[in-house]
């Protein structure tokens, strides 16, 4: 069964422009000109029921603009969207009991009451029975580590109390789909290993799909083994995380600490065209392969080991960070 399916799904904005000078604002009264902004293009999306997926993108990408129509806040300008079965915008009172949202930067807690007073107030809107709220809730609070938070008004919390708040508050009715927009924005490194671990916890245990929007790009390495990239509102990669990094790493470097002396010339003169070389000091130096996979390594270890001991060597991964930012600095065409 599939949690979102979407096929051509487009939003268009229709923004007013105005002409400059004092006759042009008079031109305006009577006759506006307005533009067509495409910010989602006919992307086509399939999130099978159980997945973590990580939905990036640069901002102005189109991240926002989909989480809004997948969630009914915005109705599609064309294409088909079907949620959880159901159309998110026609469908919406039926619809948001399947679903659970948690934006990093808006609270869906009432700001002056407890937080356990929002519980109950969620737990009304959303209809959740007397007996499972209770039993629910008590795992919940146990996981979060909140039940000292309960009886706080929310203004009170820290931001990283109230996230994990806002987390529980969002699970209270146990939909089938959660929403994440920027989870973790702003929060301690502990808070943020916790909060992982608790979201890893709701997918393997409640089989809880999760669609994930951030910045953080250790949140996409932590959670999501497939990644959706969104360009100028276009789909330009949608595939494994692993596979996006084999296919974008580009060239392997290597550190290496000498045994003994030796010069720049020396170690270009031995690799030939295998690698290129950074010189730190008279025994450090950093090679960059101009061959991919070990194939590359294996010979360039080959034709050094003859004529210099090696006292240590390291093999420097490409992070996602930097593969994804050269993604969109070079384009996906380069792949």
């Keep these: 069964m599939r949690s979102i399916e979407a096929k051509g799904l487009t939003k268009e904005f229709k923004l007013y422009r105005s002409r400059p000078g004092l006759t042009g604002a008079f031109r305006d009264l009577l006759n506006r000109q307005y533009t067509t902004v495409r910010a989602v293009d006919a992307i086509d999306l399939s999130v099978d029921s159980g997945e973590v997926v990580g939905y990036i993108g640069e901002n102005g990408a189109g991240k926002s603009t989909t989480i809004k129509m997948l969630t009914g806040i915005l109705e599609p300008t064309s294409g088909v969207l079907k949620v959880n079965g159901f159309d998110p915008h026609r469908e919406r009172e039926s619809f948001v009991r399947t679903i659970g949202v948690v934006f990093g930067q808006r609270s869906q807690l009432w700001w002056d009451i407890a937080v356990r007073e929002s519980f109950r107030l969620l737990q009304k809107l959303y209809r959740v029975p007397e007996g499972a709220y209770g039993s629910h809730m008590d795992r919940l609070i146990e996981v979060l580590d909140i039940g000292s938070l309960l009886d706080q008004p929310v203004r009170k919390l820290s931001l990283g109390q109230r996230m ?21 924005i702003g929060l301690d490194v502990l808070v943020k290993e916790n909060i992982r671990q608790f979201l890893r916890q709701v997918n393997q245990e409640y089989g809880t799909t999760i669609l994930l929007t951030t910045h953080d790009i250790s949140d996409i390495e932590a959670l999501c083994h497939r990644v959706v990239m969104l360009d100028r509102g276009r ?13 974008w790493s580009g060239k392997a470097r290597i550190r290496f600490v000498f045994g003994d002396r030796v010069s720049l010339r020396n170690l270009q003169q031995w690799a030939g065209e295998v690698a ?30 003859p004529h210099v001991p090696i006292q240590e060597v390291r093999l420097e991964e490409t992070t996602t960070e930097e593969i994804v930012r050269r993604i969109y600095r070079e384009g996906i065409r380069h792949a």
């Design 235 to 247: 789909i330009i990669y949608d595939g494994g995380l692993e596979e996006l990094r084999q296919q």
């Design 164 to 184: 994990r708040c806002e987390l529980a508050a969002a699970l209270i009715h146990q939909p089938r789909l959660v929403f994440l927009d920027e989870p973790t």
């Design 276 to 305: 290129d070389w950074h010189k730190e000091d008279d025994r450090r130096f950093i090679a960059q392969l101009n061959t991919m996979g070990e194939t590359g390594m294996s010979d360039l270890l080959n034709r050094l080991t």
